[in-house]
């Protein structure tokens, strides 16, 4: 499997929703990331994981919470969120930096 | 602070001409330099590396340290390269962080 898969493709929530977004990897890479996309601009790191811990807080508001329970996902918490955070919210992982990164389609988030 | 400066938004050609995508970045050290491409209604993948120094698909990109440049190159231009491109840096010592240029999008006309 030589895939970043992401659940769910398109999500639509309210802003008192709690929901939350699924990354999944089985190449065995060690480094995985939260993007997120607005319309016509690059993706915007958020968050980074590397085995497993934390490594990078892009300072990203609280109501996003990264989750990475093993190796192979990585969960990003929603919750109150504001109809600005509508965009594509990418994941990707790599095997180790400055290796590529493999992006997965991404889950289109509207806030209303 | 690393920067990545990809100077045209747009780019237009015609299916055959030849096609260079700008790319400049601003870092003291030797940073890891990538193309990315994003089909419309596709992922974002890795196109080319500077450190592998492969042609992907027709296009080369060399590194050019003295211009901190990295321009995307390929001699005829083909519609289907229609797409918007990013590059990207990753600083040197093993970063996690991949700082991405504002793209170019690129039409390729028949």
């Known amino acids: 499997d030589t895939e970043v898969t992401q659940t769910p493709k398109h999500l639509v929530m309210g802003m008192t929703n709690k929901k939350s977004l699924k990354c999944e990897q089985h190449m065995g890479h060690r480094a995985m990331y939260w993007y997120k996309q607005k319309a016509k601009k690059p993706p915007e790191l958020m968050f980074v994981?590397?085995?497993?811990?934390?490594?990078i807080n892009e300072s990203v508001p609280s109501r996003f919470s990264p989750e990475c329970p093993n190796s192979s996902l990585l969960n990003l918490h929603l919750h109150a969120l504001q109809p600005e955070d509508s965009a594509l919210y990418l994941c990707?992982?790599?095997?180790?930096?400055?290796?590529?990164?493999?992006f997965g389609p991404g889950t289109r988030l509207t806030v209303l | 602070a690393q920067r990545v400066t990809q100077p045209e938004k747009l780019l237009s050609v015609f299916k055959g001409a030849p096609v260079e995508l700008k790319c400049n970045y601003s870092y003291s050290g030797s940073p890891e330099l990538f193309w990315y491409v994003q089909y419309s209604r596709q992922r974002l993948q890795l196109l080319l590396r500077h450190i592998s120094r492969e042609s992907i698909k027709g296009f080369t990109a060399d590194l050019n340290k003295g211009e901190t440049s990295f321009h995307l190159k390929k001699p005829f231009a083909q519609e289907e390269d229609s797409s918007m491109y990013y590059c990207a840096l990753s600083p040197q010592g093993g970063s996690e962080k991949l700082v991405f240029g504002k793209g170019t999008k690129l039409t390729v006309n028949p």
């Open positions: 990707a992982s790599s095997q180790r930096v400055p290796y590529e990164q493999f």
């Open positions: 994981y590397s085995y497993e811990k934390l490594s």
